[in-house]
């Protein structure tokens, strides 16, 4: 089994950043790639970013590119997602998942999930 656990989220003005961190613990860990989704009220879970966990390659939707960047520590098997010039738009609930094996990097189907940390951006 593998247990993720987010943190870093929280409230900050238009413009501002907030780093938020994934670790993920367990007696094995097995990844294709993680990635980060969020879920805003009202609204379904969307992709946002993930990494290779091999290579490192990294995948980005179209409305977050240029502001957010992920990145991973293999030997701390840790995910982070540097997040700059935050919008409005990005409130939401920002979950942590693991991809075990080859799939589709943004279909939200992963296997292992986060509780997720919230997100608040005010205008």
């Known amino acids: 089994q593998v247990q993720l656990v987010e943190s870093g989220g929280g409230l900050v003005q238009a413009g501002g950043s907030l780093r938020l961190s994934c670790a993920a613990s367990?007696?094995?860990?097995?990844?294709?790639?993680m990635g980060w989704f969020r879920q805003a009220p009202g609204k379904e879970r969307e992709f946002v970013a993930a990494?290779?966990?091999?290579?490192?390659?990294?995948y980005y939707a179209e409305n977050v590119k240029g502001r957010f960047t992920i990145s991973r520590d293999n030997v701390k098997n840790t995910v982070t997602l540097q997040m700059n010039s935050l919008k409005p738009e990005d409130t939401a609930a920002y979950f942590c998942?693991?991809?075990?094996?080859?799939?589709?990097?943004?279909?939200?189907?992963?296997?292992?999930w986060g509780q997720g940390t919230q997100v608040t951006v005010s205008s």
């Open positions: 998942a693991n991809a075990r094996y080859n799939r589709r990097i943004n279909s939200g189907d992963y296997d292992d």
């Open positions: 367990g007696r094995s860990f097995t990844s294709y790639a």
């Open positions: 990494v290779r966990w091999s290579g490192g390659n990294t």
